[in-house]
């Protein structure tokens, strides 16, 4: 096991609590939210109580028998073996790979709307927010690069910011709501509109990360305890301001309109002319993207511990075994994956593939999650996280309504997954034949 460094060992409760914002309350997710209407309300819910509670629960339980850095690779090497625990650990990782490019573009689209126009059009422009994407996610690196105590002030500044957009925004929709009412009906039963379901993967993932700070393990006080309580208390704090924000959105714009990638803004905008405060927009919109900002660079520093453990076992090359390694490499994999997501694709649509591709390698893992908890006892909450794991899985393969081709777009989702999952047993193989017996 690799042995926790001094600089990181005061992580406390209250690092982890706003840490977990940070890493799991994703603002972006609430414009994407509002667009499928207000039956997303509901399944926010569903999620919550089906999935982010489970996982809540099983994260705890296991941060407390097994207070070991790594997380979710160790529990799984304990309840299923080596090669298990390293699919498991390669998926969580390359998801990140995935799931970075898509925060830094969505992040530099709500930034770039929020100037006049005809700059604002930028915000939808491929080759505009691609470029800035890169260089923001050059910045996170060379930000984590210079010290593992980039963990405590990227959780700080993410956390801090993502809860003052989402109050800001849901006093803004409740002042709107008193003075005019709601632009959306409120429904509650979701409606099955085939165009849509792709999203709905969306609402559990949304929810994933609270198993990010177990990475932690000995650099954490009293991680058991600490793991456990933070874990509830953000847990909390998370579902409430999905719900509250995605119904401010929905009170402030209609459904039909709004932008998965700039809805913060025209939210911001919506509430601005309504409420006669022109300073709304231009906040939500920093705010935002200082959110990202901090997601960025908590996921760029959780989960870089991941290549370091198999670099350190062999399972990959020794060059990963070095955090500024698996960092730099990182960088490197999501700029060049943000530029390919969007050959031969518009910008949402490249936009919803690397969702699309980040949710399919994040939920393998939270098979492994769930299984290695059942294995240990904790058969309820395992059940149900697994059942909302296979179905977020097979739903992340339904094109949506705005792909150029759906078979162009679901064989793209297949061989990159098929990708994932056989250069990992080629490499595992690979390894172990290596090994003298």
């Not at 390669?90 to 969505?106: D, Q, R």
């Not at 500024?324 to 990182?330: D, E, M, N």
């Amino acid at each position: 096991m690799v042995e926790a460094g001094p600089a990181l060992r005061r992580l406390t409760a209250r690092d982890l609590v706003l840490f977990n914002i940070s890493a799991v309350a994703g603002i972006r997710w609430l414009p994407a939210a509002a667009q499928a209407g207000s039956g997303s309300l509901v399944l926010w819910i569903t999620a919550a109580f089906l999935f982010f509670g489970p996982c809540a629960k099983v994260v705890a339980a296991l941060s407390q028998r097994f207070p070991e850095q790594g997380g979710i690779y160790p529990w799984t090497r304990r309840a299923w073996g080596d090669w298990h625990a390293f699919l498991c650990a390669w998926c969580y990782w390359l998801n990140n790979l995935f799931y970075a490019p898509g925060l830094a573009l969505s992040g530099v689209a709500m930034a770039t709307s929020l100037a006049p126009p005809p700059y604002d059009e930028l915000a939808e422009n491929a080759r505009y927010t691609v470029a800035v994407s890169v260089a923001v996610l050059a910045g996170v690196v060379a930000a984590n690069l210079a010290g593992l105590r980039a963990v405590r002030w990227t959780g700080a500044a993410g956390g801090t910011a993502t809860y003052l957009a989402g109050l800001i925004l849901i006093a803004a929709g409740g002042a709107a709501w008193l003075e005019r009412g709601s632009a959306t009906a409120i429904e509650i039963a979701p409606r099955l509109d085939w165009e849509k379901v792709n999203f709905w993967p969306q609402i559990a993932f949304a929810f994933g990360g609270l198993e990010l700070s177990a990475m932690f393990g000995g650099e954490i006080r009293d991680p058991g305890r600490t793991v456990r309580v933070a874990t509830w208390i953000s847990g909390a704090a998370i579902t409430a301001f999905y719900l509250l924000g995605t119904l401010a959105i929905l009170v402030l714009i209609p459904a039909g309109e709004v932008s998965v990638l700039t809805g913060l803004t025209q939210a911001g905008r919506a509430a601005a002319g309504i409420l006669d405060a022109a300073w709304l927009a231009p906040a939500l919109g920093l705010l935002a993207a200082a959110s990202a900002a901090g997601q960025l660079g908590a996921w760029m520093t959780g989960t870089a511990r991941l290549p370091m453990l198999l670099g350190v076992e062999h399972l990959l090359p020794r060059a990963f075994g070095s955090l500024r390694f698996s960092l730099l490499f990182q960088g490197a994999v999501c700029a060049i994956l943000l530029v390919v997501s969007q050959h031969g694709e518009n910008l949402r649509t490249g936009y919803q593939l690397l969702v699309d591709m980040t949710v399919i390698t994040y939920f393998i893992p939270f098979l492994y999650l769930f299984l290695a908890a059942w294995r240990f006892g904790l058969r309820l909450p395992a059940a149900s996280g697994l059942a909302v794991t296979l179905v977020a899985i097979a739903f992340s393969f339904i094109p949506p309504g705005g792909a150029a081709s759906g078979w162009v777009f679901f064989l793209k989702l297949v061989a990159g997954t098929g990708l994932v999952a056989g250069f990992a047993r080629l490499r595992f193989v690979r390894v172990r034949a290596a090994i003298p017996a």
